[in-house]
């Protein structure tokens, strides 16, 4: 086991702080969600996520999928 410190930042500093080397990894994210994904290494995905839209029950409108 190696020793870790989490570091909170604000989501659009993170990547850059990943290319500078402030920080060493970056959990929940796709390549697709970043303007510049290259040159960074991309493990496979950890799992499945699925996007769905929520809305207050009473407003909410009739959604088909």
């Known amino acids: 086991n190696m020793p870790y410190q989490m570091v909170e930042a ?11 080397g402030s920080i060493d ?4 994210l796709s ?6 994904a ?4 991309w ?3 950890l799992y ?3 996007t769905r839209v929520v809305a ?3 407003k909410a409108m009739r959604i088909k999928s």
């Open 25 to 28: 990894i970056r959990f929940h």
């Open 31 to 36: 390549p697709v969600w970043m303007k510049t």
């Open 10 to 20: 604000p989501r659009k500093r993170l990547s850059d702080k990943l290319r500078s």
């Open 48 to 50: 499945q996520l699925e």
């Open 56 to 58: 207050k029950l009473e």
């Open 38 to 41: 290259k040159g960074c290494f």
């Open 43 to 45: 493990s496979k995905p």
